[in-house]
């Protein structure tokens, strides 16, 4: 018998040999001439003598080894082939794979590492509402365009236009995990390019008047709710980031001496930087002893130990408390208004803005800029867009 200190201790030779485990059993390890060791049952069936591949040396072991001869021989007793009989059992298991076990998987496996888990529960949720319902029991091969088309006309006819876009994206991702995982051979999305009625590009409410601008930034300073929510409502017109990324905001990525927050933007995953004006810093200051112990500088109000971030409405329901209506201002609106105002009144560069909004900007060259380009210019784009603010709260 075979020992894994002699299999360990076999060298290769000039011609390809091989170390048998013990007599008459056909299991046997063949050490090729580059020096793998490959793990063989030679049998016969049918009066023809075959061989069987086992696996490679050290992964499959001399106990797995035995264990997978063994099983291959009793079905050459009942005169199975053990090569077809796997290839059966593969088949049938590729056949249990339905649409909804493929999506799940490539949620976990492919999407969860990479994305945020409330775009995964978000993209799940979709899945589970408006496809599984329909298509998820079929096997991708079964799916058609036809299917497909049926389930998001349904999408639109609720009124949900931009939805079913979304889906049709999150449809073909499963569909191309699918086939790079041998589970189906082609994408039905793509002959459904066109089909779905084109969705208007919605613009995010934003107020330009100077005079009601001041109004509003002097009604956050007003606000009687918690701290947490009114230090976020105060901090966002002078960072004017994507609402998910300031309530997401972890203590670990601030810098207060540095004046800097550094975090992974939600759309690109690519790390950014936002300068904070002394006015941002003295707002963090004073909620750092309130929420500093905790990992996010917004904890939700059901977070006592603060390790969940402030919900998505929490910002909404402050605004709608203090009489500002959804038409005229919403989390996302600050970015609009920043946008046009250091261009338009305080005289900064569109490339300059664009590239602290977090947005797709590029040099002359056709590279993208990363985080730290312009850091300085930024930096006092950011400090003259605080003081801009604050003077129009004094001229109210």
Avoid: C
Wanted: hydrophobic share 40%; proline share 6%.
């Amino acid at each position: 018998m075979l020992s894994d200190a002699a299999i360990r201790k076999a060298k290769s030779g000039a011609k390809a040999r091989r170390l048998h485990d013990g007599i008459g059993t056909g299991l046997y390890i063949e050490i090729a001439v580059s020096g793998s060791k490959l793990w063989r049952l030679k049998y016969r069936l049918a009066g023809k003598e075959k061989l069987l591949a086992l696996g490679a040396y050290p992964e499959v072991g001399i106990g797995e080894a035995r264990s997978r001869a063994s099983k291959a021989r009793a079905l050459i007793a009942r005169g199975i082939e053990p090569l077809k009989h796997r290839a059966e059992l593969k088949a049938a298991e590729v056949a249990k794979e339905t649409f909804a076990t493929v999506a799940t998987e490539y949620l976990t496996v492919k999407l969860a590492p990479i994305r945020s888990s409330s775009h995964v529960d978000r993209l799940e949720s979709r899945l589970r509402r408006d496809i599984f319902p329909y298509v998820g029991e079929l096997k991708p091969n079964d799916i058609t365009a036809v299917d497909l088309l049926a389930i998001l006309r349904r999408v639109e006819g609720r009124g949900a236009g931009e939805t079913a876009h979304r889906e049709l994206q999150s449809i073909s991702q499963v569909f191309r995990y699918a086939i790079a995982t041998g589970r189906a051979t082609t994408d039905p999305t793509r002959d459904l390019r066109g089909a779905l009625a084109p969705v208007k590009k919605k613009h995010f409410p934003a107020p330009l008047d100077p005079h009601r601008i001041g109004q509003i930034l002097l009604a956050f300073d007003g606000y009687r709710g918690t701290p947490v929510v009114k230090a976020a409502l105060k901090l966002v017109p002078l960072v004017f980031v994507r609402p998910g990324e300031l309530r997401k905001a972890e203590w670990a990525g601030i810098d207060l001496e540095a004046g800097e927050w550094r975090y992974l933007v939600t759309k690109t995953e690519t790390p950014h930087i936002v300068p904070l004006a002394p006015r941002a810093v003295s707002i963090l200051e004073e909620l750092r002893p309130l929420t500093g112990a905790g990992r996010y500088v917004f904890p939700s109000a059901r977070s006592p130990k603060g390790d969940r971030p402030m919900s998505d409405n929490a910002i909404l329901v402050a605004l709608r408390a203090m009489g500002i209506e959804q038409d005229e201002l919403v989390g996302h609106s600050w970015r609009a208004i920043a946008r046009t105002l250091l261009e338009e009144t305080l005289g900064f560069p569109a490339h300059i803005i664009e590239q602290q909004l977090a947005h797709a900007v590029r040099d002359p060259m056709g590279r993208a800029y990363n985080r730290t380009t312009h850091l300085s210019e930024r930096k006092a784009m950011m400090v003259a867009w605080a003081e801009y603010l604050e003077g129009l709260k004094k001229s109210n």
